[in-house]
């Protein structure tokens, strides 16, 4: 679960202290006798409960949707092989580099294995609604629309390491420039990114360096022309 700047283990602990984390007496998402967590169990709760208008009947639901409910569904996503710089950025509407300009993508990149790098989760509606949909320990999780898409870059995912010390390769932006871990290997952050979380070097020449994880958000805007 990624809030506050902060990433946090979803347990059985932390479900228990909600009302407190939230300072919110409402959130209750647990059987007091049995200690059971209360969470969705089949595909149709999956669909209700991750509805933005999810209503009363979901209230306090921990919302775990399964990959066999996306098992058939296919995205098709276009990007660049050779990254045309834009004479102005597309800043996201959505996240920590907006609002910026409605003709951007929703989706920020692809990674290695194939899965979207997602615009980030609308925290405040989910809590709103007294949900919660935690990601997995790869950033991740699933909804019916989008199957299964990150949210947040952990270290887990498939990488392309460098030989000068610079940060993992981890995938493509919609523009066709690289994505980045956030640190080198020396665990230092790049202090010379421009607003989009960008900057240049001789070897990659421009690529992006990923956001902290607990800001659930992976660039800020792209630099290039995008497929529409």
């Avoid at 228990?16 to 209750?28: E, G, I, R, S």
């Amino acid at each position: 679960m990624v809030i506050r700047s902060n990433v946090f283990d979803v347990d059985g602990a932390f479900i228990k202290n909600l009302a407190t984390f939230y300072n919110d007496p409402t959130w209750q998402m647990y059987n007091t006798s049995t200690g059971a967590i209360t969470r969705t169990l089949t595909q149709a709760d999956c669909a209700a409960a991750a509805n933005p208008n999810v209503g009363a009947a979901y209230k306090n639901y921990c919302v775990e949707c399964l990959p066999s409910y996306v098992s058939t569904l296919s995205n098709t996503f276009y990007i660049p092989i050779t990254p045309v710089k834009a004479s102005t950025s597309f800043t996201f509407a959505t996240g920590p580099g907006g609002p910026g300009s409605a003709a951007g993508p929703s989706s920020r990149g692809i990674a290695f294995d194939g899965v979207v790098f997602d615009a980030p989760a609308p925290v405040s509606v989910i809590l709103a609604a007294y949900t919660i949909a935690p990601f997995d320990d790869y950033g991740a999780h699933i909804n019916l629309a989008a199957g299964y898409h990150y949210h947040a870059a952990t270290g887990l995912t498939k990488k392309v390491t460098q030989t000068d010390g610079h940060a993992a390769m981890i995938g493509y932006a919609m523009d066709g420039y690289g994505i980045y871990e956030r640190l080198s290997v020396a665990g230092t952050e790049y202090t010379d990114l421009d607003a989009n979380r960008g900057h240049y070097d001789a070897t990659r020449g421009y690529h992006y360096h990923v956001d902290k994880a607990g800001n659930n958000n992976f660039i800020n805007g792209l630099a290039g022309a995008y497929a529409n």
